[in-house]
């Protein structure tokens, strides 16, 4: 299956996984409307996507009435992705602001949530919602609690929706280290430090760029006989 002339929308399409999901799709001659919370953000990536087949909108994912009217706003399409999110939360349970770790699943958990609440009656026949875990779930590490849970709970809200929405197929991508925004927190020293890390231990020695994600989401949007599954991209992590 061609993504030739299919219509896709990439909340959290305007940076690292998103971003390169919507290259990826638009380089097949597919139209993507990406969305993403800032202004600024949403009109550089319109920049880096071809003239004519991307629109671009301004969209808080975790305001449910905003949501319901971007829906309202954009009409039909074939692909939801939603690979929105703050960047990663690592704190040990002791010291955890459950403020913070509120703010971090509303945005990953609850914004993936809404949209396919709202998105899912605009998915045309054969089409598909692409949503976004992690490796924590399997592999937990001490100070992952937030992002563990986060990750179980998108695994079982996938299987959950590939069975209330049939025959529209739902499935979830399970990145591991990727060289993105998540990790923008980290001081710059840090940051190198965790790739370098990442990819002394993996078996493919390096840690993954956005591009290599995406193809999966684009295998899955192509894949007309996958739903409820989880595809990990990970360089081999799970196993090491």
């Known amino acids: 299956m ?21 290259e990826a799709a638009a ?10 919370r800032r202004q600024e953000s949403v009109d550089a990536a319109l920049k880096r996507l071809p003239d ?6 301004v969209l808080d994912a975790t305001d449910e009435e905003a949501v319901r009217g ?55 026949p054969g089409g598909s919602v692409v949503l976004t875990t992690g490796t924590a779930a399997r592999r937990p590490m001490p100070g992952t609690t937030v ?22 197929r739902v499935n979830v991508v399970s990145p591991g280290v990727v060289r993105t925004e998540l990790w923008r927190d980290l001081t710059e ?10 990819a002394g ?4 020695g390096r840690v993954g760029e956005p591009s290599d994600v995406a193809e999966a989401y684009l295998y899955l949007m192509r894949g007309g006989y996958s739903t409820g599954s989880v595809v990990t991209v990970d360089g081999g992590g799970t196993l090491v």
């Not at 993504?3 to 996984?17: D, E, K, S």
């Not at 004519?52 to 909108?57: D, I, L, N, V």
């Open 2 to 22: 061609s993504l030739q002339g299919q219509r896709i929308v990439v909340i959290g399409g305007t940076a690292g996984i998103g971003l390169a999901v919507a």
């Open 27 to 36: 380089e097949e001659g597919a139209e993507v409307v990406i969305a993403s």
């Open 52 to 57: 004519g087949r991307a629109e671009g909108h």
């Open 70 to 124: 971007f829906f309202g706003r954009i009409g039909g399409f074939d692909h939801l992705v939603y690979t929105a999110g703050e960047s990663i939360l690592m704190e040990s349970l002791a010291e955890s602001d459950l403020g913070r770790a509120r703010s971090f699943l509303d945005t990953r958990l609850w914004g993936a949530y809404t949209a396919v609440k709202h998105g899912a009656a605009s998915i045309r």
């Open 147 to 168: 992002a563990a849970s986060l990750c179980g709970a998108m695994e079982s809200l996938t299987r959950a929706l590939a069975l209330e929405l049939a025959p529209v």
């Open 189 to 198: 020293t840090e940051r190198e430090g965790l790739y370098a890390s990442a």
């Open 201 to 204: 231990s993996l078996p493919v």
